[in-house]
């Protein structure tokens, strides 16, 4: 089989001599040629013979396949979502399948029991399987972003991210990963995990880089077979698909690690040679290992949105690799096709994509497809196919004979989520994840009988140490009441010292009672996911960081520091490097932080049972602006390398570090925050008058006079001078807005979720005319919202939310917004105005009145 040749011929790659000499160790990097033995003459694209299929699975699906009408063949192409879609909705359209988004839970209540799990997936399944109008019953799929352990789930075991997981370059590890997933998603009755990610990450200022095992295509490659195989089982073996396994779903195909500038949801401009040998690697893995759907990228190939990509999804998938499962789209980015909108592309499944994953506009969507196949715009034969596909996963999925979720092996069984021995291998992966970037004077391990101070906001806050795609989408505002049975990074380390006489103290300001012996510091990023984690560069916190005068104080206070350094990528931190005797890079642990303490204590006996063996699978950058870097590049100078990682056995020390950035200018960061303690940030403009097109500048705090309207003046919310209050003069009407400096704002992915604008603000004096919210567009357009019912003067300070969605369908270009709010009124009113931002659905809910017809 061609996909051997493939394999066998990754493992000799030429080694760019630079590598050798640069201050990288151990594993042998990866300039090699992964799919190139098996390349056609004409295509770039590996063959690979497709997985075999039964003819008992084939001949059960053409029959149904027969006996099922347009409407019903429609229903299965489509994914509709949890928070939208009832049982109803999945009897009268017959929907295929249904998921719930980053966040999303039954009743939407986070801490959703595996009871209610279990409940809306029989709802969901006896209305997939009601025959009372006469059609087929055909059991529903339910898919889910399981893609660090069962992560939307209350109590679940939560894996270190799949950027720590290629650190610790074990595919065994993988396996057993996969395999735990799987149980606990049987355990809520779901099906199908959105899981693995098979990125290859070429720059970090992504925000998905976390997502990703590796920049290395042989990682992602070792690792696509052996997670899959956790999964869904070995093909060929009796669990294959059995009663212990789910489905998975390989992601995002293609080309999602390797946008320009790392832009999520970008631009690959790579050629089709690279495009094969970099971001492809993990595919041809995959599908040898049998992955029953693979799901298109948001991304474009050379300004082509891959889910309008024929050549991507059915001649190179389909045809040359031989995937005979189905491909599904991802949420709503069909509409992002040329030409197509949330309820209507033929163009996307023209192009090979099988289910459309359309979170809300479903029923539209059923209606226009069904018109598009009796109009000829989409094909009988097109559409056939994608059923067949469909169909024939579930039947090899057994979801035909496995009966109701609550009735299956591990239903609702509450002793299998987040289990002891399920805990286990998620401590063990801790153990294998963490980097050791720095040990000066040996200064690791540390004695358990020592007085320890504890300090950083993330020594105990297990939603940072989790991250993103946990328990909500952007992982923000989770607790450690979240997580019952998880362990912080302080409860591990505390149970270490407390067994062995020592003392923690645990201040999150690295304030001490008593001098302690040794400083550790777990500090880094906040939890982001998707675009909402783009950087503009790998700074992690610029020189008035408040981590960095952490780690200072007590370096000044002659206390060894051993700094836990919690990220979704590498980033430019060689202040804290400096300011540190032993640093490691923890990446996103998961839920257990004991992982950490097995690697900084001995045991109480003073041996020592464990040693870091983690190597970097991400270059570590020298400055803030060395982005893209990746091993095998032609000046390949990281400040650590691809494959690094030291070990207690030895003893390195690391000199002092340049504290250069390569930043020309402080950047504001990547932030969805315009106006903030009642003051426009960096960048924006704070401005007001009568004439929306020539508004004054607000210069300083306060703007006031008798012929401005609304005028603005300083005001106190929690501390003097932190809100901003607009006071509209009676029968003078006026504008109060905020203008994006320079470029307009790009906010179209935003405005595709359940992102809203959010305004943290009191009504001073209720407004007698309405008041309206706007969005302005760089071409003039406007779309206004009429906000005053969400005005009330009895009401203390709040925040107003007010869906993207409904700026955007009120027709403004969310790709170019130069006004990001504008308030409107025309007679008296006072509104004290103290932040603007966008917020997540787990906020709460966002206001969207109807629009005027
Ligand atoms: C992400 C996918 C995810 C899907 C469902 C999308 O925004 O790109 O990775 O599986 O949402 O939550
Ligand atoms: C994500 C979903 C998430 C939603 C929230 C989407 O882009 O993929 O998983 O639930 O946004 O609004």
């Not at 999964?231 to 080309?255: F, M, N, R, S």
């Not at 002891?420 to 391990?445: D, F, M, W, Y």
């Not at 091993?631 to 000199?655: C, I, K, N, Q, R």
Request: net charge negative; proline share 5%.
């Amino acid at each position: 089989m061609l996909i051997e040749n493939f394999r066998r011929t990754t493992v000799f790659g030429l080694l760019p001599a630079v590598l050798l000499a640069s201050c990288g160790d151990s594993r042998d990097p990866a300039g090699s040629d992964p799919g190139a033995a098996s390349q056609s003459a004409d295509s770039p694209w590996p063959g690979i013979a497709p997985a075999p299929l039964d003819p008992n699975v084939e001949a059960f699906v053409a029959d149904l396949l027969r006996r099922m009408t347009l409407e019903e063949k429609v229903g299965q192409v489509i994914q509709a979502e949890l928070r939208s879609v009832t049982p109803e909705d999945i009897r009268r359209y017959h929907l295929g399948s249904v998921l719930n988004g980053g966040g999303s839970t039954p009743n939407n209540d986070k801490q959703a029991s595996l009871e209610d799990w279990v409940q809306f997936a029989d709802a969901f399944y006896d209305a997939s399987m009601d025959t009372s109008d006469g059609k087929l019953a055909i059991p529903i799929l339910w898919g889910s972003d399981a893609v660090h352990g069962h992560s939307n789930v209350y109590g679940a075991t939560i894996f270190p991210h799949n950027i720590g997981l290629g650190a610790g370059n074990d595919p065994d590890l993988l396996r057993e990963i996969g395999s735990v997933t799987a149980i606990e998603m049987l355990t809520t009755g779901l099906d199908w995990t959105f899981a693995p990610t098979l990125a290859v990450v070429r720059d970090d200022r992504w925000g998905r880089s976390y997502e990703g095992y590796s920049e290395d295509p042989r990682i992602v490659s070792d690792y696509a077979k052996a997670i899959i195989e956790g999964l869904q089982g070995v093909p060929g073996t009796a669990e294959h698909l059995g009663a212990d396994k789910i489905l998975a779903t390989a992601k995002h195909y293609l080309g999602d690690g390797g946008t320009d500038g790392g832009r999520d949801q970008g631009n690959n401009i790579d050629s089709e040679e690279k495009l094969v040998r970099v971001h492809n690697a993990g595919y041809p893995p995959a599908i040898e290992a049998g992955v029953r759907s693979v799901m298109a990228s948001f991304s474009s190939w050379q300004g082509q949105k891959v889910h309008g990509h024929r050549h991507l999804l059915s001649t190179a998938l389909k045809e040359h690799m031989g995937f005979n499962g189905f491909v599904v789209g991802d949420w709503n980015a069909h509409g992002q096709v040329e030409g197509c909108s949330n309820d209507n592309c033929a163009r996307a499944f023209n192009a090979g994509m099988d289910m459309f994953m359309v979170p809300e506009d479903f029923r539209a969507l059923h209606g226009n497809l069904v018109a598009e196949v009796q109009e000829g715009a989409i094909s009988q034969e097109r559409l056939d196919d994608a059923v067949t596909r469909i169909l024939r996963v579930k039947k090899q999925a057994g979801l035909f004979e496995s009966g109701r979720p609550s009735s299956r092996t591990h239903a609702a069984r509450q002793e299998n989520l987040g289990s002891t021995a399920h805990r286990e291998v998620a401590r063990r992966a801790v153990r294998q994840s963490l980097v050791l970037l720095k040990n000066n004077g040996s200064l690791l391990p540390l004695s358990p009988a020592s007085r320890v101070l504890l300090a950083g906001d993330g020594a105990d806050n297990i939603g940072k140490q989790t991250g993103g795609w946990t328990l909500t989408w952007q992982g923000t505002g989770n607790t450690n009441e979240d997580f019952p049975g998880a362990t912080s990074i302080y409860a591990g380390i505390r149970q270490a010292v407390d067994a062995a006489g020592g003392t923690v103290e645990l201040n999150v300001e690295g304030k001490y009672e008593q001098r302690p012996d040794v400083a550790v510091v777990a500090f880094g990023e906040d939890p982001y996911a998707e675009f909402q984690g783009d950087a503009p560069n790998m700074q992690y916190e610029n020189d008035n960081g408040p981590d960095l005068a952490l780690l200072r104080t007590l370096k000044a206070d002659g206390i060894p520091v051993v700094a836990v350094f919690l990220s979704g990528r590498p980033m430019w931190v060689n202040p804290h490097l400096n300011a540190s005797d032993a640093f490691i890079a923890a990446w996103l642990p998961g839920s257990e932080g004991g992982g950490i303490a097995d690697l900084l204590f001995r045991q109480a006996d003073g041996s020592m049972p464990y040693d870091f063996t983690g190597r970097l699978s991400y270059s570590w950058p020298r400055t803030a602006n060395q982005t893209p870097i990746n091993v095998g590049d032609a000046h390949y100078a990281p400040l650590f390398a691809y494959g690094y990682g030291l070990t207690l056995a030895e003893s390195t020390e690391t000199p002092e570090l340049s504290e250069e950035s390569g930043l020309s200018e402080t950047h504001a960061g990547s932030s969805g925050t315009w106006f903030s303690n009642g003051r426009a940030l960096t960048g924006f403009s704070a401005m007001v008058g009568r004439d929306r097109d020539n508004l004054l500048v607000v210069q300083g705090l306060e703007m006031v006079s008798d012929q401005l309207s609304p005028s603005i003046m300083m005001a106190d919310r929690e501390v003097q001078g932190d809100s901003s209050l607009l006071h509209w003069r009676p029968r003078m009407p006026g504008y109060f807005a905020i203008s994006a400096d320079g470029r307009p704002l790009d906010l179209q992915r935003e405005s595709n979720g359940h992102l809203s604008l959010s305004l943290l603000l009191k009504t001073a004096q209720a407004p007698s005319k309405p008041v309206l919210a706007a969005m302005r567009d760089a071409g003039g357009n406007t779309a206004q919202i009429d906000m005053t019912p969400l005005l009330d003067a009895e009401d203390d300070w709040q925040h107003y939310r007010i869906s993207l969605r409904c700026f955007a369908e009120r027709g403004v270009n969310m790709e170019e917004i130069a006004v990001p709010l504008e308030l409107y009124t025309t007679d008296e009113a006072q509104l004290l105005l103290a932040e603007v931002r966008l917020a997540t659905a787990a906020e709460g809910d966002a206001f969207c009145p109807a629009a005027r017809p």
